[in-house]
């Protein structure tokens, strides 16, 4: 069509005939086919083999909500079971900021130093920091993260501690199968999930920080009585002889709770992550812890706990989801709820009403 500019009004002016608009879409551009998902024997295969990738994918299953994914996932897991157990678990907890990354970085190479392999995983159900940051859990650990023998995965993203902290348990399978022999999960000391990992690790690590003025200040009971072994870290330069005062302090304090089942005690050490002073030492306690346990059968019998533990877990997580994910169930919960916020009914019918209706669908 000629352009309405190239009329006589318009003298000295004249538009060239433009070129059509492309189409949005390549043409030529082939359909991308979906990468069919792999059997779960060629995924046990690659992972026993020790590849990464192979690894990372089958993770990335186990971390998926598609029921397809999770069909798989567990069919892995379960042919990785044999496979796997043969691993030193230890959880890393500490608040932001007392060094747990800068630790893990130096830990990590010290025990790499006398060969195996090191997977570093998390649980942080409420961080955003994480969500699919592999990237952002890579630069925390500089060194960590370009070693051959190391694999990182941040925590799955958020979603409910118990589903989160069932996921990082099941990678710890895969992880074994692949051959990885330590195995660190770090979670932020600041909530619920200490439990978590604890329910999941043989040693449970205690980072803490001196020179805050009351060093048990703030430290819940709970997360102290966890602990294996406490490290006091950042005790370098003006630092040392408050880290010291507070190691005084927490052993005075460890005083103060009954032997634990294990029949360890637990010791208080301080070190600095940064300028990698006193790591050995911090690596001796849990050597030796692990030859103490392993000698007096609690290492077994923490296991098999652990086991149990993790089998109700998951049918508590699993009837809990079909509950609420029920459509049925969904409605009337939503129409319950008014009435109970309304002085309608009682929260006890109310739950009544709707569990009758639930178990008579069953
Ligand atoms: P995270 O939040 O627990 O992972 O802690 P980071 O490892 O990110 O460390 C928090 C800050 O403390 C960073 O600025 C580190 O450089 C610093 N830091 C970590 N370890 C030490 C240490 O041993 N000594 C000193 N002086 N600073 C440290």
Not at 28 to 51: A, F, H, M, Q, W
Not at 190 to 203: I, L
Not at 267 to 275: A, H, I
């Amino acid at each position: 069509m000629e352009h309405i500019e190239n009329d006589k009004q318009y003298n000295g002016l004249t538009v060239n005939s433009g070129v059509a608009q492309p189409p949005v879409v390549n043409p030529y551009l082939k359909k991308r086919r979906k990468t069919p998902l792999p059997t779960s024997g060629e995924l046990v295969e690659g992972i026993i083999k020790g590849d990464i990738t192979t690894l990372s994918r089958a993770v990335t299953l186990v971390e998926s909500l598609s029921p397809a994914h999770q069909a798989l996932a567990q069919e892995v897991i379960e042919k990785c079971l044999p496979h796997s157990g043969r691993s030193r678990r230890i959880g890393i907890t500490g608040v932001p900021g007392a060094g747990k990354s800068t630790s893990i970085d130096v830990f990590g190479l010290h025990v790499l130093k006398s060969g195996g392999k090191l997977a570093v995983l998390a649980i942080d159900p409420s961080s955003e920091r994480t969500k699919g940051s592999i990237l952002g859990d890579k630069t925390r650990m500089e060194k960590l993260s370009i070693h051959p023998d190391a694999f990182i995965r941040p925590s799955p993203s958020a979603g409910s501690l118990g589903g989160v902290a069932r996921k990082t348990r099941e990678t710890i399978v895969l992880c074994e199968a692949a051959g990885f022999d330590n195995i660190f999960v770090e979670t932020v000391g600041v909530g619920q999930s200490e439990t978590a990992v604890h329910s999941m690790v043989d040693f449970f690590l205690l980072i803490q920080l001196a020179g805050t003025g009351d060093e048990l200040q703030g430290i819940k009971r709970g997360i102290m009585e966890m602990a294996d072994g406490i490290v006091i870290n950042k005790a370098d330069g003006d630092n040392i002889a408050r880290a010291q005062l507070a190691q005084t302090q927490f052993r005075s304090a460890l005083h103060l709770f009954p032997t634990p089942a294990s029949g360890w005690s637990p010791e208080v050490l301080t070190y600095s992550g940064y300028f990698e002073l006193g790591i050995p030492e911090v690596w001796d306690m849990i050597d030796r812890y692990f030859a103490f346990v392993m000698k007096n059968g609690y290492f077994e019998q923490k296991r098999a706990q652990q086991a149990r533990y993790w089998m109700y877990e998951t049918i508590d997580e699993q009837l809990r989801n079909h509950f609420y994910h029920n459509p049925e169930i969904e409605k009337m919960l939503a129409d319950k709820e008014m009435r109970v916020l309304a002085n309608l009914q009682s929260s006890f019918t109310a739950a009544r009403d709707v569990l009758d209706t639930y178990f008579d669908k069953q």
